[in-house]
């Protein structure tokens, strides 16, 4: 695995909207993607219109599935799905919950990133897994990316 982050992501987030509790147990929810910035490697724009799929599951696990845009300095678009977990101690949850700040290494917060772009430049990007450490914050997401070798 790679010492230094080849991105680092910061998301724009506008509030959770709930679709309820499910019959299996556990909450399903929408996290919009209102905008950010990403710098690392190639630098640019999160744009708005993407979200965050969420499964608060019972036993206390935060299952993401996140599907975004992001648009390069130079103007290549960028397809980013992300796939991860967030969990914690309850007391922890609670205060990201709540939208107090945390010191990420009183939670696990990791996703799995795939890329796609069509911009001949970007395709040591696309030809990659990577994997994101993360940070929630009360209305943005830090994502450190790292390739996987």
Same mark, same amino acid.
């Given at each position: 695995m790679a010492n230094a982050p080849i991105l680092t992501l910061e998301i724009d987030l506008a509030a959770p909207q709930s679709i309820g509790q499910l019959p299996g147990g556990g909450e399903r929810r929408c996290v919009p993607i209102i905008g950010g910035r990403f710098m690392g490697r190639v630098n640019?724009?999160?744009?708005?219109?993407?979200?965050?799929?969420q499964w608060l599951r019972?036993?206390?696990?935060?299952?993401?599935d996140a599907r975004y845009l992001l648009q390069s300095e130079a103007?290549?678009?960028?397809?980013?799905?992300? %796939?991860?977990?967030?969990?914690?101690?309850?007391?922890v949850m609670a205060q990201l919950a709540a939208g107090?700040?945390?010191?990420?290494?009183l939670y696990?917060?990791?996703?799995?990133?795939?890329?796609?772009?069509?911009?001949?430049?970007? &395709?040591?990007?696309?030809?990659?897994?990577?994997?994101?450490?993360? &940070? %929630?914050?009360a209305n943005q997401v830090r994502l450190s990316v790292y390739a996987i070798d």
């Open positions: 640019g724009a999160v744009l708005a219109g993407g979200a965050d799929w019972g036993d206390g696990v935060a299952d993401i103007g290549a678009g960028i397809e980013v799905w992300s %796939r991860g977990l967030r969990h914690g101690p309850p007391g107090e700040p945390v010191d990420p290494a696990y917060f990791r996703t799995s990133l795939r890329f796609e772009s069509a911009a001949p430049e970007l &395709q040591w990007l696309v030809r990659m897994l990577a994997y994101g450490k993360g &940070q %929630r914050l």
